[in-house]
């Protein structure tokens, strides 16, 4: 035996900050002064047409992703991100990043970094933001408190906001009331219209108050959305709505609404959930007299359940993604085709492909489906669209940091990571896949279904023609000379046996893998030639060692069983010693090698001349003569 066996490698309600929410005496009076009593009843139903939107180009666009710091970045906030940058970088335009923190209780610091992170991993750089500034700052919610204040003492003043002192159980009692009859929740208070001698005693008392926006009655409001054609609503349903809390933060329509006048954003688009939400918006744009930008709602992305994606689904975070091994050019690949496409059939894009093709006109309607299996196979389409060097480093690091091997930088690294470099759609899935390359897994092979018609076709002939070789170094020499002289050592041992095409190669790669399925043979066996000072975590790797090693003991010479069974006594009793005799002879002197050698027409030759002598064919012959060399009916 020539080496070892293969060891397998394994909100609660605040008193006010009096600093923050008084207003001037001027605005307090003029807010006061209007008495508004019955004002739905008594004003005539007027029909607003749609806010003029902005129709900037080129350098002018400005598009923006304004993340909540509350947890992971989620992958339809980075589907969101993505189209907003594509769109900036399509037409030249500007990518701002803002961070909403106005939700004191949830968002932290924390949290934004690890966004920035992961929007960087996918490439999505800003123009505008925090860490890269930019003449709109600061660029967190939470920095532009004095901006928010000087916008709802304006409201104020125009009479567009007034103070609410109603409490949580007057809330609760008016939105029961109108759900007992059935009525829209909204704010049906009484300081909308409240007198100035009533404000100022409630301020005298010290009662929280919040500041609510004044919303016209009965005005139908709708915009052209880029994504779902013409939206609309009525006004009478939605109510007076707050815009600035009784702890002094404002509230995110409001500030929403202040951010994107201020930053010059052109275009919004964003997820179909915040719909809802643009009315208000639209209403402080009317008021402020802001221009609004164009809206473009996309909509949600789905698991393959078709609910809404969630984390009992798996990984949903950017993070998740890159910690698991994914390519951020597969991941915006993949995010790119949710909701968009270009109206081909093509589905691998690089970045600038998608740059270059990306349209607004293209985003879809229908919800999107989050596939891991789709996105897993993109992975390995930009894998293998690596230069091979860079593919074979990176997997080779994966084998180690997997514990399968110890040297990345071996010779035997590289050669073992080329074997699997078309097969792995992860970098992961290379440790699962090499170790099992490495075994010679021939007692399993042997016992399969499959292996019979290899096994009914002589597969001794092949194996003894593999020891052979391997004994007398034909084979060792053929693996190290490369491809084309291995493939001419095995056309020679199949013109010797008659044996060419499946014939010849099934089973000469069961002799040297041990296994029916696989990497090339030649490539696989010079790999395991690299093996030699690489280091591998456990054991050495010598699968022809192992041929050597498992072959004779699976062919099978188990003598003491089959003397004693009962289906030998007749082969016993017609002189089974004299066949056993001559093939020891011929064993000794060599000449059942060189028939074995010789192939098929040889070795039958010599069967023949061994009858001839004893005077025997048939099974006479065939039958003692199969038990002295393999002891087994079955081969």
């Known amino acids: 035996m020539m080496a070892t066996n293969l060891r397998m490698m394994s909100g609660g309600r605040l008193i006010a900050r009096s600093g923050f929410l008084a207003q001037p005496a001027a605005c307090l009076r003029q807010v006061c002064s209007r008495r508004l009593v019955s004002v739905r009843a008594a004003v005539a139903t007027d029909v607003a047409e749609a806010p003029a939107t902005v129709t900037s180009t080129g350098s002018k666009i400005k598009v923006r992703f304004a993340p909540s710091p ?15 940058w594509l769109y ?8 701002v990043l803002r961070i909403e923190d106005t939700d004191t209780a949830r968002s932290t610091r924390e949290s934004e970094e690890k966004m920035k992170a992961d929007l960087e991993w996918l490439g999505l750089t800003w123009d505008e933001g925090p860490d890269v500034g930019g003449p709109n700052g600061p660029y967190r919610q939470s920095e ?38 059935k009525l829209p929740p909204i704010y049906r208070g009484k300081w909308s219209s409240a007198s100035k001698e009533e404000v100022e005693a409630e301020m005298a008392k010290g009662t929280p108050y919040c500041y609510r926006f004044r919303v016209p009655p009965n005005k139908e409001i709708g915009i052209n959305d880029i994504v779902r054609g013409q939206v609309s609503w009525n006004t009478d349903n939605l109510g007076d709505f707050v815009v600035l809390r009784s702890n002094g933060l404002p509230v995110y329509n409001f500030c929403v609404a202040i951010d ?9 688009l964003r997820a179909e959930e915040h719909l809802p939400n643009t009315l208000r918006q639209l209403l402080v744009y009317e008021a402020l007299g802001f221009t609004p930008p164009v809206f473009g709602h996309m909509s949600l992305i789905l698991a393959p359940d078709k609910s809404k994606l969630s984390k009992r689904h798996g990984a949903t975070s950017v993070g998740d993604f890159k910690t698991q091994g994914y390519l951020a050019p597969a991941m915006v690949n993949f995010l790119s085709l949710l909701g968009w496409n270009d109206g081909t059939e093509k589905e691998i894009y690089t970045v600038d492909e998608l740059t270059e093709a990306f349209a607004l006109d293209r985003i879809t ?27 074979v480093s990176r997997i080779s690091e994966a084998l180690v940091a997997a514990g399968v ?18 097969s792995v759609d992860m970098l992961g899935d290379a440790a699962a896949q090499v170790p099992p390359l490495l075994g010679y897994p021939l007692s399993e092979t042997v016992q399969s279904e499959g292996f019979k018609p290899i096994q009914d076709d002589n597969f001794l002939e092949v194996a003894a023609a593999v020891l052979a070789a391997h004994d007398s170094g034909d084979l060792a020499a053929a693996v190290a000379g490369g491809h084309d002289t291995f493939k001419k050592w095995i056309n020679g041992v199949g013109k010797a046996q008659k044996r060419k095409g499946k014939r010849l190669f099934m089973p000469m790669r069961v002799a040297l893998t041990g296994r029916m399925q696989g990497p090339d043979v030649g490539e696989l ?27 004779p003991p699976l062919l099978g010479y188990p003598l003491s069983d089959t003397v004693q069974s009962e289906g030998f006594k007749p082969i016993q009793d017609d002189n089974f010693l004299e066949v056993a005799a001559a093939v020891l002879a011929a064993h000794d002197s060599g000449d059942l090698a060189a028939a074995v050698a010789g192939g098929h027409d040889t070795f039958k030759k010599w069967i023949n001349g061994v009858g001839k002598a004893q005077k025997r064919k048939g099974k006479r012959l065939f039958m003692p003569m199969r038990v002295a060399l393999t002891v087994g009916g079955g081969w």
């Open 70 to 84: 509350t947890g992971n970045l989620h992958v339809g906030g980075a589907r969101t991100a993505l189209f907003n």
């Open 365 to 391: 309607k229908s919800a999107a489906v989050f596939d891991k299996v789709k996105l897993s196979w993109m992975n390995g389409q930009h894998l293998r669209a690596l230069p091979e060097e860079e593919l």
């Open 405 to 422: 091997l110890s040297d990345a930088s071996s010779a035997f690294a590289a050669a073992v990571s080329k074997l699997v470099k078309g």
């Open 260 to 268: 994107d006048a201020l930053m010059g954003i052109t275009h919004v």
């Open 525 to 551: 066996l010079a790999a395991l030639a690299q093996e030699s000072g690489s280091k591998l975590v456990k054991g050495s790797v010598d699968m022809l060692g192992d041929a050597a090693a498992q072959v």
């Open 144 to 181: 532009r408190a004095d901006i928010y204040k000087s916008y709802v003492d304006k409201l104020v003043a125009a009479g567009h906001a007034y103070p609410c002192f109603c409490s949580d159980a007057e809330l609760d009692a008016m939105k029961a009331e109108a759900e007992a009859k």
């Open 88 to 95: 900036a970088r399509k037409v030249g335009g500007k990518f």
